[in-house]
């Protein structure tokens, strides 16, 4: 799993949680919660479709890790590889 | 009586605007349409552990007023009620944007709430071995009794006092009685009001008609919900909702509006007997109790709309009553209908639904019938029943509006014609 495929499948993740929001100018750097309109029930939203989708689990300290898009990317992909590993 | 006492006492209470869902119709003019037309729209679909079952399905645009994100954490009675309120404002003509939102209420009744949630909480956590970090953080808010008034607050930007009225079957009119009393005792100046049903999401209620014997069938949907017929055999379960803009008279004339009745009596009563079996006596009661608020007697109504679920014997208890405090040879201009036939049973918004189909009378003088009678079964007949097509009376002035439900609650609605 590199970075970009971590990124998509967060992308579509939002997509479900907030299929009103145009997500084609998306910033990677720039905090999520500061381009949608995101609150913090959708980001336990965010962390139980991990948990569904693919069995990945974030305890609620590492929640400030999925800010942003780039830093969900480099929190969760070597999470995504310990699985298939 | 204190100045308070005589102002409380003088206001008039009356009923400004619709909006609706049934699955005969996401307006007024649709629905009562149909109810003159004599067409029922039931549905077969699939419920969970149940197979396929007979319900009324409601298809209104539910992306009006809100959008995919909300309705995906919403449940389907706030956006019952949602559609409801937001088109009942509309419909009403009143100028929201200058309206004080503090002096706004929403009165809601319902059946129940939570169960659609919860099974559907449990079917989603048995997918993943019970375990309960699989439990959605949504359902305390989607599941507390007062959710469907309170997504309808926060739709609309209200922040006067909401909440719902628990009341079994007869919690369309609790939610309209409440709304009364609170513009009397000037508690709020505006009054979002009726009753809303999820129901038919809930497979709990198909099942536990289902084992008690009162789940009703027929190889046409259409025809399986036959209140008064000889063949009935039991409860077609609905979802819905209909909401009335409730006003002061003083305001409501204040600002023109369109005024489709006024509530002049009503009543809420308890058989105190039975948990399930009706009991007639506390049903003469209650509509006794309504019409002397009123200050009208049985041969002032003109049209009684029966709670009658096509039970055998839920219906023939009610019968039993109608034909007490309405006998045709004493109320002669008295019509019996009934709107379940068409529409199923909506459950909390039964009553609130019921009424708005026979509003309509007020103006056009038919009284629309009750369908599906094929043999009128002999313990149900009053001899002033409509059956099957529409009755021209002339003219319509007072409605009387039953529901009844279970725990023996009871409550009836008197609804007249406006006149200054």
Redesign the interface.
């Given at each position: 799993m590199t970075k970009e495929e971590c990124k998509k499948i967060v992308l579509d993740i939002i997509e479900e949680i907030a299929p009103d929001e145009d997500l084609s100018t998306l910033k990677a750097e720039v905090g999520l919660r500061d381009q949608l309109d995101l609150d913090s029930m959708d980001f336990l939203d965010i962390v139980m479709e991990l948990r569904k989708q693919h069995g990945i689990e974030v305890p609620e300290a590492d929640y400030p890790k999925l800010a942003s898009l780039q830093s969900c990317a480099d929190y969760l992909t070597p999470k995504f590889n310990e699985i298939k590993a | 009586m204190s100045a308070v006492e005589k102002k409380v006492a003088e206001e008039r209470i009356v009923l400004t605007g619709i909006g609706l869902t049934s699955p005969i119709g996401n307006d007024l003019p649709e629905m009562r349409a149909s109810l003159l037309a004599g067409k029922a729209n039931i549905s077969n679909i699939e419920m969970r552990y149940m197979g396929q079952v007979h319900a009324g399905v409601c298809d209104y645009d539910t992306r009006r007023y809100q959008?995919?994100?909300e309705l995906?954490?919403s449940t389907r009675a706030g956006s019952i009620g949602i559609y409801c309120s937001n088109e009942a404002v509309k419909d009403s003509g009143v100028d929201w944007e200058k309206m004080d939102k503090s002096r706004v209420g929403v009165y809601f009744g319902t059946t129940e709430h939570g169960n659609v949630e919860t099974e559907n909480e449990i079917h989603n956590i048995s997918q993943?071995n019970y375990d309960v970090?699989?439990w959605?953080?949504?359902h305390n808010p989607r599941t507390v009794a007062n959710n469907p008034a309170g997504e309808v607050t926060m739709n609309l930007g209200i922040t006067g006092p909401h909440y719902t009225i628990g009341a079994a079957c007869a919690a369309g009119n609790a939610g309209i009685i409440q709304a009364y009393l609170m513009l009397k005792f000037g508690e709020v100046d505006f009054a979002l009001a009726g009753g809303i049903s999820e129901s038919i999401h809930t497979f709990g209620i198909f099942a536990g008609f289902k084992s008690q014997g009162a789940l009703g069938f027929h190889e046409d949907p259409n025809k399986a919900s036959r209140p008064f017929d000889k063949a009935r055999n039991g409860i077609v379960v609905s979802e819905g909702g209909a909401i009335y803009t409730m006003e002061r008279l003083s305001d409501a004339l204040a600002r023109g509006a369109k005024i489709y009745g006024e509530v002049v009596g009503y009543r809420i009563n308890s058989d105190a007997t039975d948990a399930v079996l009706p009991n007639s006596e506390r049903q003469i009661e209650c509509m006794t109790a309504a019409l002397d608020k009123a200050g009208l007697k049985p041969e002032d109504v003109d049209i009684v709309n029966t709670h009658a679920t096509s039970t055998p014997q839920g219906d023939a208890q009610e019968m039993k009553a109608i034909r007490y405090l309405f006998p045709a040879e004493r109320c002669p201009k008295t019509k019996v209908n009934n709107t379940k036939s068409y529409i199923g049973h909506a459950m909390g918004a039964a009553g609130a639904l019921e009424l708005a189909g026979n509003l309509p009378s007020f103006d056009d003088g038919m009284v629309h019938p009750t369908i599906n009678v094929d043999e009128m079964d002999p313990e149900c007949d009053s001899g002033n029943i409509v059956i099957n097509t529409p009755y021209d009376a002339g003219a319509v002035s007072v409605i009387l509006n039953n529901s009844f439900g279970m725990l023996g609650i009871n409550s009836c609605l008197v609804i007249k014609k406006f006149a200054p």
């Open positions: - | 959008t995919r994100k995906r954490v993943f970090r699989y959605s953080h949504h």
